[in-house]
């Protein structure tokens, strides 16, 4: 049975903590492939930086020599916010037999249960919980323990090295000025340079 990784986010833009978030997975969990998949209107955030079909190439540039990523469309082609169950549907519609792994930080532990049809979540797919500080290990294993006796849904953790790079930093230096070199994956940085000298003449 395929193995496959979901990984959502705004990717605004991507980086190198993104990839190294998405190895890691990939290669504890026994992944066949990870999906990149950037939303378009998330539920609960506000919508700045590069567009949805900006950051969709981005993502597609970042990851385009390495086989078992894949960026996916999935979201971008909605014109409503985006929720976890919806993009569930459609992929197990296009992989019917696989088994789904989606990827969340620590944090997002506590707050499943506030996910929209949370319940039909836990059928579609098992969950990837990624080891990022700040968290509190024996208190996320209690809800994954809980959740579990709960639900039909199982966690495995993901171990992954500290890295301090954010995309909102990265905007933030980029505005300023600042080199981001080496944040960004070479294909991403060669992008934004382009993006921005299009922007200068125009």
Known sequence: MKRIG?????????HMGHLVLAECARDQLALD????????IPPHKAETGYSPEQRLELVSAA????????????????????????TLREIHAIWPEAQLMFLIGADSLF???NWVAFQEIFRLTNFGVVA???FERERCQQEISRLESLY????????????????????????????IR?????????LMEAEKEGKSES
């Open 6 to 14: 979901l990984f959502g986010g705004t990717f605004n833009p991507i």
């Open 33 to 40: 492939e990870v999906v990149f998949i950037p939303n378009r």
């Open 63 to 86: 990851i385009a020599d390495k086989p078992a990523f894949r960026a996916s469309d999935i979201e971008l082609k909605r014109d409503k916010p985006s929720y976890t169950v919806d």
């Open 111 to 113: 707050q499943l249960e």
């Open 132 to 134: 990022r500080p700040p």
């Open 152 to 179: 039909p849904v199982l966690f495995s953790w993901v171990e992954m090295p500290m890295i301090g790079i954010s995309s909102r930093s990265i905007r933030e230096d980029w505005n300023r000025g600042r080199s």
């Open 182 to 190: 080496f944040q960004v994956p070479e294909a991403v940085y060669r």
